[in-house]
């Protein structure tokens, strides 16, 4: 447990890492909500067997996420612990790639169709999702980052808040899909 007063590293990289966050976000917002970016051509291929890969990939990155959680909790193990969070970036990272190609490419987005109690139901999850997926960016990069770096201080700080989210964003993600299913 020495390593804990040793850090590898003290460089926190706060500018490297809001910046690559609210890149991501802008870019985001303007696939959604820009006429200017996008494409507007035909695609050959079924567009919706993206949603289908981001549900899956959401899917793995919830159980990496847990079984991260496993590791370091139950086995005290950090090599199998970042191994789970590593294996949950590639998946997130997956997810990333299909989510904004879908987003590029689709001309018209689906509506959800859901109507009565179901209809809030949804409109909450996705709300919260959202506003919870911009937000675990910057969590999940200072997480990893001073995790990596043995900043073991910084670290179990940050996840107290950064796993619940993460984990929130990932399974709302394939429940989000799941009402989204039939309109697709």
């Keep these: 447990m020495s390593q804990e007063h040793h850090p590898k590293s003290k460089k926190n990289h706060v500018g490297l890492i809001i910046t690559v966050s609210i890149l991501a976000d802008i870019f985001i917002l303007l696939l959604f909500f820009s006429p200017l970016v996008g494409y507007s051509g035909k695609v050959s291929f079924d567009l919706y067997l993206f949603p289908r890969f981001n549900a899956v990939f959401n899917s793995f990155t919830f159980i990496f996420l847990c079984f991260a959680l496993w590791a370091i909790i139950k086995k005290k193990n950090i090599k199998l612990h970042r191994g789970f969070i590593l294996a949950a970036w590639v998946t997130t990272m997956l997810f990333l790639f299909s989510y904004l190609t879908f987003h590029f490419l689709q001309s018209e987005p689906p509506k959800f169709g859901g109507q009565g109690v179901v209809r809030p139901i949804y409109f909450f999850i996705l709300v919260s999702h959202s506003i919870l997926a911009a937000l675990v960016v910057p969590l999940a990069l200072f997480s990893t980052w001073w ?24 399974i709302t993600g394939v429940i989000v899909y799941l009402f989204m299913a039939p309109y697709y």
Excluded at 147 to 170: D, E, F, R
């Design 147 to 170: 995790g990596w770096s043995m900043q073991t201080v910084k670290h179990k700080k940050i996840v107290h808040w950064t796993m619940p989210i993460w984990l929130y964003v990932s």
